[in-house]
């Protein structure tokens, strides 16, 4: 028996660091440096040192002065952190009542409803978002839409390559990740619960506010996270629709990776990415009091 | 109670027009005899299509990108069956850990999986890349999926079904291959296809990761910067759309009907 479990703790920690052997490897490299063609592989924080390294003549983006020497990752993160927050809120609003409609009205074909929502779920991401350059672009379907009607004579700029786009795209992509979660938490409310304030007297607003929306606050979260870890580090979309003006803070990875072939400073940003998104996630679950949450609706 | 029913209707007719309007243009203009994506709709044509299927380097591609989803999937599926039986019935310790690390795929960022796949092929183990390295990128991907779907079904199982063939005298591995087996089959191969189709339309790992052999999303990436390399790339788009979402709905009924045979009440 014990021989047995020893094999069950082996096989675990062969199987932990399998899994986590790729991420292991990042955090290794961010360590080592770049010189020239080959790769510094005494350990060092300079690449971390490079991205919060002070410059006496800020930057200053949006407004907000950035007083680093290299300040491109910091806009970009923080950038990306806004874009991707202003993707969930939206898409959270969006979700929200078509998950109720789910969970409350849908009685007939409601398998037919939940397949209709979870194939985009699955289908190409690359072609969704492909599919709203064709949307927005110059020569794209609005614009030739609203050329051809007759109410505009040339085409639209400001619809592709900005940070509207991306968001725009982002929340339309990553929607259906949202309502299963949302749905699932909004099923397992007890009815009795409803029944209980309407005799009461509670009015259906009311009622929705004080019961419906709290139990669902586990899905709601859930689906924030759901959608805010992966969106901040999104390539996929800020390529194809953000232009210039719309890039994030994984085109920046990439060029770090291939086009300034300064693997290390990109592994350094990466994980830095990384943790930021831990530590706001961390953060947004402490001020909501997530464990008294949880509790409340199980 | 009937006009907020209609308010929540109309609602969700809505949502589904924005959820498909985009996606269905792919198919549209890729029928439409037009060199550009544009409307007004000129003509219904094939000819996208004769020039898709005659282009030899997208066929490549296609052949690449079935090679690595039918491994992929295969590979995934067959780790992920131990795993969750282990997982299910809480067999292994740390169960946590496991679960967590099991899942990060879903919660990291592609784009960090992908450079973290570059540095450890690339830098340390020093591999050229290759359609393999793409197939050991999408393992990981696949794995959460194929470990959720066939925990669900796992936890759903009699369990005194088993109880009863090893009271009968048959060994552990008789137990899983003549009952365990069969009664999560659904689940594997609704696992299969999810797998499949995760692998088949998965970009950024692809792209970061492929060698000089593209899978058809990276392929399909590299032909969009040339205009008039459009249509052709449209009606591959449609393609992949349309077979995709039957093997997503097929995927689902074969899962649901397993389920509805386990548990009628969750069906």
Known sequence: MRARRTAGYGLVVVLVLILIAPLLALATLSFWTQTGFSIDTTPTLANYWSLIEPSQTPTVYFGIP???ANPVPAILLLKSLVMSLTATVAVILVAYPMAYFLAFRVTKYKVVWLILITIPFWTSYLLRVFAWKIVLGFNGAINSGLISLGIIEKPLEFLLYNPVAVTLTLTHAWVTFAILPIYVSLEKIDRTLLEAATDLGDSRWARFRRITLPLSMPGVVAAALLVFIPTVGDYVTPTLVGGPGGTMIGNAIQTLFFKQDNAPLGAAVAIVMMLAIAALCLLFLRAIGYTRLRERST | MTRRFRFLSLYAVLFLVFLYAPTILLPLFSFNDNTFAVFPLKAFTFRHYDAMVTNLSMLAALRNSLVVGAVSAVAATAIAIPLSIGLARRLLPAHNLVLATVMLPLVVPSIIFAVAFLVILVRILQVDLSLWSITIAHVFLCLPFSVMVLMSRLEGLDRSLEEASRDLGETALGTFRRVTLP??????????LMCFITSFD????????SGTQPTLPVFLYGQLRFPNKLPPMLALG????????????LSEIIRRRGAAGLKPEDA
């Open chain 2, 238 to 249: 449609s393609v992949i759309l349309i077979v995709s979402t039957l093997l997503v709905i």
């Open chain 1, 66 to 68: 950035f007083p680093l």
């Open chain 2, 202 to 209: 998965e970009f950024v790992l692809a792209f970061f990761l």
């Open chain 2, 183 to 192: 009664l999560i089959l659904p689940a594997v191969i609704s696992s299969l």
